[in-house]
């Protein structure tokens, strides 16, 4: 045997391990399907939203600042992704992981006070 084969033998358990999981997956789903009960009634076909009756409808238009909160959230959130790796690797980085991390957050803080001025926060008006 090669070399290259032999180490494709040590991804083995991975591959049985994957078709394993698969087929009870699948499994599951074909047979709770074909055993499980199949009433269709109009009250398991209303939407459920944690034991609170709908109502109106689904389709009306919500507010533009609900939506510019969650884009403002993900975006000042995102940068406690970058500031981990910075976190750990801190020692190595040195001084000029330092500067490019204040660069980094005074970015955000001008970002922010636009923000703010801007009044993307304020529900009132």
Known sequence: MEANQSHLWEYLPVVVMA????????????VTHLLGPNRKTKVKSEAFECGIESQGNARSPFSI??????????LFDVEVI???????????LGLFGLLEMFTFMGLMVVGLVYIIRKGALKWDE
């Open 82 to 92: 970058f500031m981990y790796p910075w976190a750990v690797n801190f020692r190595e």
């Open 65 to 74: 600042k609900y939506f510019l909160v969650a884009i403002l959230f993900v």
């Open 19 to 30: 078709a394993v999981a698969l087929g009870f997956v699948i499994t599951t789903l074909v």
